[in-house]
C-alpha cells in the first residue's frame, strides 16, 4: 500500500523567512508525485507534477523537487498570502488513485 | 477555479438518513474521483468513474455508492448516515491525456 509522510505537520514562518516541507513516500512503482495547496473549507489547488528523480518544477516561490524517496517543497521568501495546508500526493502504475499524505500546515506571518 | 463544480456546498442532516452529492467534471474530463476529507484522517479516496464505469474502488463503506451518468456528471450517494461521516467530499476529473487531478471546491456535510 502506497504511503505518504510529511513534515512538519506545522510551521510558523516571518515573513520572507525560507523554509522546506518534507513529503517522504513509499510506492510500488512511482507514477507521479503531486504538490496541492489547500486553503481552509476549499478544494486543493494543484501545483506541481514531478515525474522521476532528480525533476524540479518551479513557481513563483514556490520549488518543487524530487529523490527515489522523497520530495521537497521549498518556500523561498513566504508572503503571507503563501499562508496555506501544502499536500503531497502519490500515484503508483497500479492504479490511478492519489494516495495523499496529512499535509503541512504553514502560517506565514507579517 | 478548476472547472469541476460540486453541490450543494453545505450539507446538514440527521443520523439515519440519506443525501446525494453531485459533481461536474471539467468540459472533456472523462474520470471521475470522489474522495473524503476529515481532520483526522486526510484525504482519502473513496470511488474512480471513468465514462459511467467503475474503475476503482478505495475505502468506500457499504452505505456509499456512486454512479456517472451519460452526460459525465457523478454523484456520491450516501446513506444510514453516522455522526463519523460527516467531512468534506471531493470530486476531482482528470482528462485529456493527463493525470493530473483537478478537484472541486467541495461538499461540507454534516451530521447531527
Do not use: M
Request: charged content about 20%; glycine content about 10%.
Amino acid at each position: 500500500e502506497d504511503q505518504v509522510t510529511q513534515s512538519p505537520e506545522a510551521l510558523r514562518l516571518q515573513e520572507g523567512e525560507s523554509s522546506s516541507l518534507n513529503c517522504s513516500y513509499t510506492v510500488s512503482g512511482l507514477r507521479g508525485l503531486f504538490w496541492y495547496r489547500q486553503d481552509p473549507g476549499k478544494g486543493p489547488e494543484f501545483l506541481f507534477t514531478l515525474y522521476s528523480a532528480g525533476e524540479e518544477k518551479e513557481k513563483e516561490r514556490l520549488k518543487a523537487t524530487l529523490t527515489k524517496k522523497e520530495s521537497f517543497l521549498h518556500i523561498t521568501a513566504p508572503k503571507p498570502e503563501d499562508s496555506a495546508t501544502y499536500l503531497c500526493a502519490v500515484r503508483d502504475y497500479g492504479n490511478n488513485r492519489l494516495a495523499f499524505g496529512k499535509g503541512n500546515q504553514v502560517v506565514v506571518i507579517p | 477555479d478548476s472547472g469541476v463544480t460540486q453541490t450543494p456546498k453545505h450539507l446538514i442532516t440527521a443520523t439515519g438518513q440519506r443525501v446525494t452529492l453531485r459533481c461536474s467534471p471539467r468540459s472533456g474530463d472523462l474520470s471521475v474521483y470522489w474522495y473524503q476529507q476529515s481532520l483526522d484522517q486526510g484525504l482519502q479516496f473513496l470511488i474512480q468513474y471513468y465514462n459511467g464505469e467503475e474503475r476503482a474502488k478505495g475505502n468506500i463503506l457499504e452505505r456509499f455508492s456512486a454512479q456517472q451518468f451519460p452526460d459525465l456528471h457523478s454523484e456520491l450517494n450516501l446513506s444510514s448516515l453516522e455522526l463519523g461521516d460527516s467531512a468534506l467530499y471531493f470530486c476531482a476529473s482528470t482528462g485529456g491525456g493527463t493525470d493530473t487531478q483537478y478537484f472541486g471546491p467541495g461538499t461540507r456535510l454534516t451530521v447531527l
